[in-house]
């Protein structure tokens, strides 16, 4: 098997495992290869480091994790997504978790089955792409939410 970083002209990158890279070439150009985000079929390898296998008599080093790959975020970026996670948690006040029911409640409001709140929750790549195709807004969180459940 053979990862690729993937990119839209969105900008949205993601992995992709292949067999070869004749078969990443092949299921392009069948159109079999889309953006997971927003479904785009115009998808380039985007540029990756290699991996590079660490001798065996070699220890890990002890440096903290970076969250982006090839260092850190510019101080402006951080700003941005500190203030971004801060309106995050601020709507999610103001929702309800209702967790894997996601998709079947947001149709519910949608078709006047029950009454109209907002509501946050789990829903499948192929769930989320059937609700706006049927036209119920619904948008991804920029950061994971945890379930009530799993809090401490």
Excluded at 40 to 66: F, L, T
Excluded at 120 to 137: F, P, S, W, Y
Aim: charged share 25%; net charge negative; proline share 9%.
């Amino acid at each position: 098997m053979i990862v690729f970083d993937l990119a839209c002209p969105a900008g949205h990158r993601f992995e992709g495992w292949f067999g070869s890279s004749e078969d990443y070439a092949s299921q392009r150009e069948r159109g079999l290869v889309s953006c997971p985000h927003c479904g785009s079929p115009e998808i380039d390898k985007a540029p990756m480091a290699p991996a590079v296998a660490r001798k065996g008599n070699q220890m890990p080093s002890a440096k903290p994790a970076q969250s982006v790959v090839g260092g850190g975020l510019p101080p402006e970026a951080q700003a941005v997504m500190a203030k971004l996670a801060e309106l995050q948690a601020q709507a999610l006040k103001q929702s309800r978790w209702v967790g894997k029911d996601f998709a079947e409640q947001s149709r519910e409001m949608h078709y006047g089955e029950r009454d109209t709140e907002t509501i946050h929750g789990q829903a499948t790549l192929e769930e989320a792409k059937d609700l706006v195709e049927e036209g119920i807004a619904v948008m991804p969180l920029p950061f994971p939410v945890a379930s009530p459940d799993n809090l401490n």
